[in-house]
């Protein structure tokens, strides 16, 4: 959530600064999209990262690859959205060539969605595969070692005590 934030900060600033000095219409249209956009990204990466800050280290095992399961689910369907704006902003881009009363505004909107988009895809693919790949991590962390027994008649399993939970007690 801190890139996120540090995106849309950068971006509010930057956008708010080339929105007031634009020299074109469509330089106006496309910073003026810029802010609105990075309004909605601040707007979730504070209460994300809140969420993140407060979230519970005490979770079962179950209850963590539950919330690792959602994560991943999030950030996946958070890139195929932000596919959608690419292409959105790419159809505005290129119907702003035959649309003449709104050319510079479907131009200016269509350029800002494509480098929205763009960061927000990158930035949710990176966070899907990280997920992904703390989601490997724990499942191979919470079966411990599996060996052979001291007496060599059957297997051990040593489950750390840190990922034991009220279902795996009775080992």
């Known amino acids: 959530m801190l890139g996120l934030g540090s995106w849309a900060t950068t971006n509010l600033v930057v956008s708010g600064i080339g929105w ?4 074109s219409t469509e ?25 993140a800050n407060k979230a519970s280290s005490d979770l079962s095992f179950d209850e963590s690859r539950h919330e690792q399961k959602k994560t991943e689910k999030i950030f ?5 959205l932000d596919v959608a704006y690419i292409s ?9 060539k035959e649309m ?13 969605l494509l480098l929205q988009g763009g960061f927000l895809f990158l930035f949710d693919l990176t966070a899907y595969f990280t997920h992904k790949s703390h989601g490997k991590q724990l499942v ?13 008649i059957g297997l051990s399993w040593n489950v750390p005590p840190v990922t ?8």
């Open 164 to 171: 034991m939970n009220k279902h795996l007690r009775f080992l």
């Open 27 to 51: 330089s106006t249209y496309f910073h003026q999209m810029n802010v609105m956009w990075n309004l909605v990204n601040i707007g979730l990466a504070i209460p994300g990262y809140v969420k």
């Open 76 to 80: 996946f369907i958070n890139t195929c």
């Open 20 to 23: 007031n000095q634009a020299k």
């Open 100 to 112: 003449e009363p709104v050319q510079e505004r479907f131009s200016g909107y269509g350029k800002s």
């Open 140 to 152: 191979n962390s919470s079966l411990g070692s599996i060996g052979m027994s001291p007496t060599g």
């Open 88 to 96: 959105s902003g790419w159809l505005l881009l290129n119907r702003s």
